[in-house]
């Protein structure tokens, strides 16, 4: 027997997940659960399914969880929190969920400093009802609502929310990363375990932005859709830390 | 504590703390603003959380947080607020979560008019929001029973897993009114809270807080298992009070402020030698039917009284079955009568008895 | 004799409003010229300009808002007729304010034109409301509205109450609560104020003159 | 002698080939001949030997069916 370096975390549960082959949902979650159970919190974790594709990821999380209406995943992650000041508290949003319907709700938990993680997965689509336009959906970018692509005159530019986010004084750690090839994956699961860090020290509200791909509403294979990301995406959404506590630590 | 002369809202907001009441999620909004204001000032003296949301639809999801985690929560709002707050009542609901909402209710539709009314009756007894649900729904007359069905809808929301709503009209949240916050009241034989989201500790395995069923099979039956503690409530949490109803010709069916006009109206009708009852329902849901099965053989018709152009009276209609003539009386947006506009509704419909 | 500007404070629902519409009618029957001015941006029911129109055809002036609401304004919207009539100085002015610290900010703004005036604030007390149920807290209270506004109270109103079901003994035990912080203070009872039936029972030894109210915020059946 | 091992959980596996591209020796391929249990062609190794157990796949893969043992 060998020396095991990787294996399943036990911060996920035994159930397979639900989603479409190369669907990086699942390399996400894995993160998360990872970072939870190797910072020894997981038995006193709280996560916040939101509605989207990943709606049901309460069943593959190995902790307490609620499942929380379109968008106000921040406001039940606020109220846990609040009543339970000694839990860690995270809530798992898409970007139809945290950048459009949900926008107030991100806001104002990240203007209150509520000491919540937040992982936020854009993949710049609507998946779970079929590929409609989301507000970060990219110029030119065609989905079912933006049939002749997105037209910045009539919808508008694709919104950035960490770079917004980041200039709420309440924001302590923001950072965007992207899941596209292993070195970045290994990149972003040093962001998670910064923001559930940040979280543990009480230091204040905590985001990571996932640069996410869907293979099926974008009609790509799996691996195009992870270079789509890299060529498209990332050139609109650059990847990096946009706020940080030790910054705040500096500045006071 | 002896009795005490306070506001509504703020003898509200005290019940809460004394009904256990561990966190407050609201937003401003009148005629309730002096409940989040009192609780402001309060909340943390009784270990509590006072939280001013964002938004209604904030608000109540942070209840739904709360209430999720373990936690006795309250929010209150009035009528536009409430009705923002239906996305989260209708979750708590199908999440079978305790939580308990106070509805100071004003003038509608839209943004309406800040004075009293009881518009809202339909918002409060139907559900409100999406899905197959009821809000165990009281609607008090004085700031002491008030007080009381406060203090009682935190045991009412544990034991059964569901929202309980308060629903008084902004003259009952603004009126002054000597109160005993200590008055006890029935308390529930409560089960553990199993449910709550709290953490694992290594003791047992995850919870989930969710009212999703993909499978409508699923949702069918957690559907008739609501429906079937909808039924319980219907057969068990009914109240009513019914005022001079011996030899009374006519019944009046009011609740809250109006059930209080209606009293000073039976007074200057009994002075007259007419004898008119009154039903005051007092839980609005569970509509207290059974009490239409009691009324003397006297009865030759009923009077339905509401500050609004006619919301219980559906209500009154079902439980009536057709056996007896109705007639309505409301005043709505804000405006109240005086008792002499009743007693003359009263005279009419009388007068067309005959 | 000088006009007077008559400032009205206190815990919010110990019955400021009910007392400043009866007290406004009682100058107005010494043949005084009144003006009421009704400062409550706190409150939205229960307000003294709920009685403008039938103050105003006693010949009371009552100023609020610049709407000029009677019921129904819940907007601040402070009518700049109220420091008018101050600066004017021609009528006895009422100012009813809203209830605590928050009710009485808005009468920063008049401060110097108070100062230079004749001017009584009275403090209203029900000692049945929790916040001024005791000696100390009454006069906890009355620090804390005399620190906002900077000026001191000058006379205190008993108007102790548990509206219907007040006995004359509660109104005597409210009187021995407020004598004990008069003799602290230093700041006399003027009035003793109550439903006719309760001021003809009243015993001789009680403070403050007599004060009959009648209560017309509130209606009989509420 | 192989410096690492990959355990498949061969069953769970949804055949997305994401791990094809992030194996720095390209070892990994996609079954042509065999559908798991799901009905997808899950991926397997074509020459274990070579393996160095840098675990390049299991941190692309999306449905944690890798386990990576360093020999």
């Given amino acids: ?64 969880m609620q499942q929380a209406a379109h968008g106000r995943a921040p406001a039940v992650a606020t109220g846990i929190k609040r009543v339970r000041p000694d839990n860690i508290v995270f809530s798992y949003q898409g970007d139809g969920d945290l950048a459009s319907i949900g926008t107030a709700e991100i806001v104002h938990a990240a203007h209150r400093s509520e000491n919540i993680t937040v992982i936020f997965v854009n993949n710049a689509i609507y998946g ?125 | 504590m002896a009795k005490v002369m306070m506001k509504g809202n703020e003898a509200m907001a005290l019940a809460a703390i004394k009904g256990g009441c561990k966190a407050f999620f609201g937003y401003p909004i009148t005629p309730q603003s002096e409940l989040p204001e009192y609780l402001a000032r309060h909340m943390h003296k009784h270990g509590g959380v006072f939280l001013q949301a964002e938004s209604e639809v904030a608000a109540i999801n942070m209840v739904y947080g709360a209430s999720g985690a373990g936690a006795r929560v309250l929010t209150s709002s009035s009528s536009p607020g409430i009705a923002l707050k239906q996305e989260g009542i209708s979750y708590i609901a199908g999440a079978e979560l305790p939580a308990v909402i106070i509805n100071v209710m004003r003038g509608g539709p839209g943004l309406g008019g800040i004075q009293p009314s009881q518009a809202d009756y339909k918002q409060v007894t ?6 197959d649900y009821y809000v165990l729904a009281y609607a008090p007359e004085n700031l002491q029973e008030t007080v009381n069905v406060i203090k009682e809808a935190f045991d009412l929301a544990d034991l059964y897993r569901n929202p309980v709503m308060i629903a008084v009209d902004g003259l009952i949240g603004q009126m002054m009114e000597p109160v005993d916050l200590d008055v006890e009241v029935p308390k529930r034989d409560l089960p553990e809270k199993d449910w709550a989201t709290i953490g694992t ?23 008739f298992k609501l429906a079937e503690k909808y039924k319980l409530m219907k057969k068990n949490e009914q109240r009513y009070e019914f005022v001079n109803m011996e030899n009374a010709e006519l019944v009046i069916v009011a609740y809250g402020t109006m059930a209080r006009i209606v009293r000073s109206a039976l007074e200057i009708l009994k002075n007259e030698g007419i004898n008119v009852g009154l ?76 | 004799m000088q006009n007077k500007i008559y400032i009205i404070v206190g815990h919010y629902g110990s019955g400021k409003s009910e007392f400043a519409v009866n007290f406004a009618k009682k100058l107005k029957q010494e043949n005084k010229e009144v003006c009421l001015a009704d400062l409550d941006i706190v409150n939205p029911y229960f307000r003294s300009r709920e009685m403008r129109l039938s103050l105003i055809k006693l010949g009371i002036d009552v100023i609020s808002d610049t709407l000029n609401s009677v019921k129904g304004l819940d907007m601040p919207y402070l009518s700049p007729a109220i420091k008018g009539q101050i600066v004017h100085n021609k009528k006895n002015m009422i100012l009813d ?93 003027i009035y003793i104020s109550a439903l006719e039936k309760y001021i003809k029972q009243l015993p001789d030894k009680v403070s403050g003159e007599r004060f009959v109210l009648n209560l017309s915020l509130r209606t009989d059946w509420l | 002698m192989p410096k690492g091992r990959i355990i498949v959980d061969v069953d769970k596996c949804k055949g997305c080939g994401l791990c094809l591209d992030a194996c720095p020796l390209h070892l990994l391929e996609l079954a042509n001949d065999t559908v798991n249990k799901k009905g997808y062609q899950p991926m397997r190794i074509h020459t274990p030997e070579k393996c160095i157990g840098c675990a390049n796949c299991a941190m692309m893969c999306p449905d944690v069916v890798i386990t990576v043992e360093k020999l």
């Avoid at chain 1, 992207?178 to 009480?202: C, M, N, W, Y």
């Avoid at chain 2, 139907?126 to 899905?131: C, D, K, S």
């Avoid at chain 2, 500790?201 to 559907?223: A, I, T, W």
């Fill in chain 1, 1 to 64: 027997m060998g020396n095991v370096v990787f294996k399943r975390s036990n911060g996920l549960s035994k159930k397979e997940f639900s989603y479409c082959p190369g669907c990086t949902h699942g390399i996400i979650h894995r993160l998360v659960a990872e970072v939870i159970e190797e910072l020894g919190v997981l038995d006193k974790t709280i996560g916040i399914s939101p509605v989207g594709c990943s709606v049901m990821n309460y069943e593959f999380f190995n902790c307490d």
């Fill in chain 1, 128 to 252: 779970m009802t079929g590929g409609q336009m989301a507000p970060t959906t990219l110029i030119g970018q065609k989905t079912t609502t933006s049939p002749y692509g997105r037209d910045e005159k009539h919808a508008g530019k694709p919104i950035k929310m960490s770079e917004m986010l980041a200039t709420i004084p309440g924001a302590t750690y923001i950072e965007r990363v992207s899941v596209h090839d292993p070195l970045h994956v290994r990149k972003a699961k040093k962001a998670v375990k910064k923001a559930f860090q940040t979280q543990i020290e009480g230091k204040g509200f905590s985001l990571v932005e996932f640069i996410s791909s869907c293979p099926v509403n974008w009609g790509k294979t799996p691996q195009d859709a992870l270079n789509w990301v890299k060529d498209n995406m990332i050139p609109y959404y650059p990847l990096g830390n946009f706020r940080s506590p030790e910054e705040d630590d500096k500045n006071d």
């Fill in chain 2, 126 to 131: 139907r559900g409100g929001g999406n899905g």
């Fill in chain 2, 201 to 223: 500790y290594g003791k047992r395995e995850p919870v989930n807080v969710n009212s999703l069923f993909l499978d409508p099979q699923d949702l069918e039956n957690h559907s």
């Fill in chain 2, 279 to 354: 039903l005051r329902p007092i839980s609005i849901w569970p509509f207290p039917e059974k009490a239409f099965k009691e009324f003397p053989d006297t009865v030759k018709g009923i009077l339905t009284c509401e500050l609004s152009t006619g919301q219980m009276l559906d209500d009154v209609k079902i439980c009536n079955n057709g056996k007896l003539p109705i007639n309505f009386f409301g005043r709505t947006g804000g405006m109240v009568p005086e008792p002499e506009e009743i007693v003359k509704a009263v005279k009419d419909m009388i007068g067309g008895l005959k």
């Fill in chain 3, 97 to 189: 304010c809203g209830g605590d610290v928050v009710g009485i900010r808005v009468l920063k703004q008049f401060y110097q034109e108070i100062k230079e005036r004749n001017y009584e604030i009275y403090m209203i007390v029900n000692v049945y409301r929790p916040e001024t149920s005791t000696v100390d807290k009454i006069i906890e209270m009355k620090n804390k509205l005399e620190n906002e506004i900077g000026l001191s109270i000058t006379g205190f109103i008993n108007n102790s109450n548990f509206l219907k079901q007040t006995s004359i003994d509660d109104i005597i035990n409210a009187d021995k609560l407020l004598k004990e912080v008069s003799q602290k203070t230093n700041v006399p009872i």
